[in-house]
């Protein structure tokens, strides 16, 4: 059974941090890219970051590049984002996905429950 468990989400004043983490089981973590999705009020969901299955390539959308980092730990099957310098327009819901597609074209995608963060002006 895939399980997701996502924490570190919370409220927070404008300019400061937190350190969203997911802890997975169920799937071979070494083997799927990792990404953080969010999705605000009212809005729909915003792909934020990601990450390759051995972590030496990431992205970022360009609201958070220099603010956030992503970082895993194959070992403990965990994906983190540190995320700096907040800002009001960060609140949101953020989600945690596993992604692999494999050579045959077969695609694997996971979920988790998702974390609230809060950012106040």
């Known amino acids: 059974e895939v399980q997701f468990v996502e924490s570190g989400g919370g409220m927070v004043q404008s300019g400061g941090s937190l350190r969203l983490s997911c802890a997975t089981s169920?799937?071979?973590?070494?083997?799927?890219?990792m990404s953080w999705v969010r999705q605000a009020p009212g809005k729909g969901p915003e792909w934020v970051s990601n990450?390759?299955?051995?972590?030496?390539?990431?992205y970022y959308r360009d609201s958070v590049r220099g603010r956030f980092t992503i970082s895993r730990d194959n070992a403990k099957n965990t994906v983190y984002l540190q995320m700096n310098n907040l800002k009001p327009e960060d609140t949101a819901i953020y989600f945690c996905?596993?992604?692999?597609?494999?050579?045959?074209?077969?695609?694997?995608?996971?979920w988790g429950q998702g974390t609230q963060v809060t950012v106040s002006s």
């Open positions: 996905n596993a992604n692999r597609i494999t050579g045959l074209g077969e695609e694997f995608d996971y």
């Open positions: 169920g799937f071979i973590f070494s083997q799927h890219d």
């Open positions: 990450i390759n299955t051995n972590g030496g390539i990431t």
